[in-house]
Structure formats: structure tokens, C-alpha cells
């Protein structure tokens, strides 16, 4: 509750008690957020997106710097292993982050007009975390591909979008 | 309109796979952020991106808060045949936005 000047504690001690505890609440909501969203909730996003379905590691690549300087635009490139024939070819792409207030980045749907299985974009990062990518494959198969980042400058917290 | 960047290389032969890039203006304001008067900025973002070669899709994205301001993507096409490409961004607020570029293949 904001304190006015009028209800303000006759003791000064007692005022300034008041401001810290405020203080106190403000850094706690602060550190709660990237803590609350871990690594389990990367997993049920992911769990949601393949249905279940099992997802093995390999064939995708996430090009991304491994040291980040500034949160608010990471090139990143996610590649995929396939042939891109009509027979066999990438239907989908698919980026998850661990720790963004939200667990998708982005989801990309090609096919085999595409020729390569790559794909570049520009992508927001709170902070140090991890990236994932599932590749959906013509025939069913899912396979993935993780990287971990550090980041020095955050996005959404700090400076322009 | 928002100002829309695309390069679609111009020397392909046919077969070949040439990479189309777009960026697009726009602030992608993800609905985190806080404002100067305290308040929530409301979420503004591009929500969909298609790229039709003649009427048929062959590339298309779903795009989320993590995607940074004046979204920026590159994929890859293989150039079979000559045609208008035609690039669609769908978003918040009833954004809707259609660019045409040609693509020539030798």
C-alpha cells in the first residue's frame, strides 16, 4: 500500500522499515519470475507441441552465438538433416526457449519445395537459458536439437523491444 | 502500411535452392513490458507469416513474443518455375499486410 505524507508513522524508524519491507516485496517478484519457469515447463510445452509422440536427439542444429550481448535480437538458424524429397523431407520446425515468459519462439511450416531444411529469424532472450528445436519429419518422426546460451544484456526486463 | 524489406535473388537457375529473406516493420510489443505510467503495454505482435508462389504456400511461420521487433526470416526455395511470390504478415489488432515480388528463374 502507498504510504502518503499524512499517514506517514510519527517514528522514523517505523517509516523507514515500511519503505524497506516495500523494497523487500519488489526484488522478491523480481528473482520469482525466471526462477518459476524451469526446465519442466519447457518439457510439457514441448510434450503439448509433439503430443506425446517420442522425440529423438539428433539431425537438428540451432546456430545461435554462445555468448549473447544483447537479449533484444539474437540471429538465430535452426538446420535440419533431410534430403528434401518429396519421399522425405522436413514438414515442420519448431523453437522453444527455457526461460522467456512464454515458451514458444517461433514455428515454421515447409515442405519439400523448400529444397534445404534451414531457417533464420531474430529472437527475444530474457536470459542465460537454454534453446530447443523439434523438427517433424514427412514420415512422422520427430527429432530435436538443444543449445545453451548466456546472455549479458535480457530482453522484455530492459531497454526497447 | 509497414515498411516491408524482401530480397529474392534474381539470378537462379532452374532447380536451384535460393534463400528468401523478409523484415518487416514493426514493434512486436510482446504484452510484458511495463510502461511509463505504471501500466502493462498491450501485446502487438505478428502472429502469422505466409510466402505463396502463385497462389500456393510454401513457406509459412508462427511467430511469438520471443520473435524480436521488426521480425526478420529467412528460408529457403527451390526455384522450379518462374512466378509472382506473394509474402502475407497477420497479426494483432487485425494487422494484415501483403508484399509481391517476382522470382526469375533462368
Known amino acids: 500500500?502507498?504510504?502518503?505524507?499524512?499517514?506517514?508513522?510519527?517514528?522514523?524508524?517505523?517509516?523507514?522499515?515500511?519503505?524497506?519491507?516495500a523494497g523487500g516485496v519488489l526484488v522478491a517478484l523480481a528473482v520469482a519470475r525466471p526462477v518459476l519457469a524451469d526446465a519442466n515447463e519447457?518439457?510439457?510445452?514441448?510434450?503439448?507441441?509433439?503430443?506425446?509422440?517420442e522425440t529423438k536427439p539428433g539431425r537438428v542444429t540451432i546456430d545461435v552465438a554462445r555468448l549473447v550481448d544483447n537479449g533484444n535480437a539474437v540471429p538465430v538458424t535452426v538446420r535440419v538433416e533431410s534430403p528434401m524429397i518429396a519421399a522425405d523431407h522436413v514438414r515442420a520446425i519448431a523453437l522453444f526457449n527455457e526461460r522467456n515468459p512464454e515458451r514458444d519462439v517461433a514455428r515454421f511450416a515447409l515442405s519439400e519445395r523448400s529444397g534445404r531444411a534451414v531457417v533464420s529469424t531474430r529472437i527475444r532472450l530474457a536470459t542465460s537459458q537454454q534453446l530447443?528445436?523439434?523438427?517433424?519429419?514427412s514420415d512422422g518422426t520427430l527429432w530435436s536439437g538443444a543449445v545453451d546460451v548466456i546472455v549479458t544484456l535480457a530482453a522484455c526486463i530492459e531497454g526497447e523491444g | 502500411m509497414a515498411r516491408a524489406l524482401i530480397t529474392v535473388p534474381q539470378d537462379a537457375k532452374r532447380g536451384d535452392v535460393v534463400e528468401i529473406r523478409v523484415l518487416i516493420a514493426h514493434p512486436m510489443e510482446t504484452g510484458f513490458r511495463v510502461g511509463a505510467d505504471g501500466r502493462r503495454v498491450p501485446r502487438d505482435i505478428l502472429?502469422?507469416?505466409?510466402?505463396?508462389?502463385?497462389?500456393?504456400?510454401?513457406f509459412a511461420a508462427e511467430l511469438f513474443p520471443a520473435v524480436s521487433a521488426n521480425p526478420y526470416l529467412a528460408f529457403p526455395l527451390r526455384a522450379d518455375r518462374a512466378g509472382t511470390l506473394s509474402f502475407t504478415w497477420e497479426g494483432d489488432g487485425g494487422f494484415a499486410q501483403t508484399e509481391t515480388a517476382t522470382l526469375n528463374v533462368a
Do not use: Q
Not at chain 1, 500500500?1 to 519491507?21: F, T
Not at chain 2, 502472429?47 to 510454401?58: A, Y
Open chain 1, 1 to 21: 500500500m502507498p504510504m502518503s505524507l499524512a499517514d506517514r508513522p510519527d517514528d522514523p524508524d517505523l517509516y523507514r522499515r515500511g519503505v524497506l519491507r
Open chain 1, 42 to 53: 519447457l518439457k510439457a510445452a514441448i510434450a503439448a507441441y509433439t503430443g506425446g509422440r
Open chain 2, 47 to 58: 502472429r502469422r507469416f505466409t510466402c505463396r508462389l502463385d497462389g500456393e504456400v510454401v
Open chain 1, 132 to 137: 530447443v528445436a523439434i523438427a517433424t519429419m
